[in-house]
Structure formats: structure tokens, C-alpha cells
């Protein structure tokens, strides 16, 4: 899939410095930060589903019932 981004001057300049700062293309840069954005969101948001799951029922476990549980033990 293509992909085009139109951005003025001087973030073409900004992009293309910190690609090569970081030794990657444009392309990839971009790529990463999508993808870094994607999982940053995801991760929060599963975040916020544990912390209302807790709050409901706000039990916890050590690790040696969890792993008593699950037969690690």
C-alpha cells in the first residue's frame, strides 16, 4: 500500500532530520510512530477496562496463588 503525506517545508525538514538521526527512513519513521501510537492506545485502554473490572470486584492475587491456580507450583 502507498501512502501520501503532504506537510509543509518545515516539518519535511524536522521528519527527515530525525529519521536520520534515529538511522531509518521516512517511511519507516512514520511507520514506527503509527504503530507506536496504535499500541500506546490500545494499552491504555485495556488499562482502563482492568481498572473498571477491579473497581467492581476488587480482588487480588499473590503470585504464589496465581501460580498454585494455574498449576506452575
Given at each position: 500500500m502507498t501512502i501520501s503525506l503532504r506537510l509543509n517545508e518545515k516539518d519535511s525538514v524536522l521528519f527527515k532530520k530525525y529519521a536520520e538521526m534515529k538511522g531509518v527512513s521516512v517511511s519507516e519513521l512514520i511507520r514506527q510512530s503509527v504503530l507506536e501510537r496504535i499500541e500506546d492506545e490500545y494499552d491504555l485502554?485495556?488499562?482502563e477496562k482492568a481498572m473498571?473490572?477491579?473497581q467492581a470486584n476488587p480482588?487480588?492475587?499473590s503470585?504464589?496463588?496465581v501460580e498454585k491456580e494455574l498449576g506452575l507450583q
Open positions: 485502554k485495556a488499562y473498571r473490572e477491579y480482588t487480588t492475587f503470585l504464589d496463588e
